[in-house]
């Protein structure tokens, strides 16, 4: 089994900046993919960005330019850096985990993000 532990939400003000930090562990031995999801009040579920352990990544139209997703010194972090962040941004973030991409095998409990001033 693997465990997903995400950090880093929290309130910003619109045009501001946030990391967020995912660590994996247990089995972690088959991930090749990470990726954060967002899940936005009352709406579906929709991925961000995602990353392979080899460095390639892609990301929301929404988010293009924006957001940057990346890997740690160990290939069982991925971080999120989000800048010039909107209200729209505000959601529930959610990292994941699996073997391909989009990762979808394993899942963290999710960490709130606002936006607002």
């Known amino acids: 089994q693997v465990q997903l532990v995400e950090s880093g939400g929290g309130l910003v003000q619109p045009g501001g900046s946030l990391r967020l930090s995912c660590a994996a562990s247990?089995?972690?031995?088959?991930?090749?993919?990470m990726g954060w999801y967002r899940q936005p009040l009352g709406k579906q579920r929709e991925l961000v960005a995602a990353?392979?352990?080899?460095?390639?990544?892609n990301y929301a139209d929404s988010v293009k330019g924006r957001f940057t997703i990346s890997r740690g010194g160990t290939r069982n972090i991925v971080y999120l850096q989000m800048n010039s962040m909107s209200p729209e941004d505000t959601a529930v973030y959610y990292c994941?985990?699996?073997?391909?991409?989009?990762?979808?095998?394993?899942w963290g409990h999710g960490t709130q993000v606002t936006v607002a001033s």
């Open positions: 990353i392979t352990s080899d460095g390639r990544s």
């Open positions: 994941a985990a699996g073997p391909t991409r989009p990762p979808l095998a394993y």
């Open positions: 247990g089995n972690s031995f088959s991930i090749n993919a």
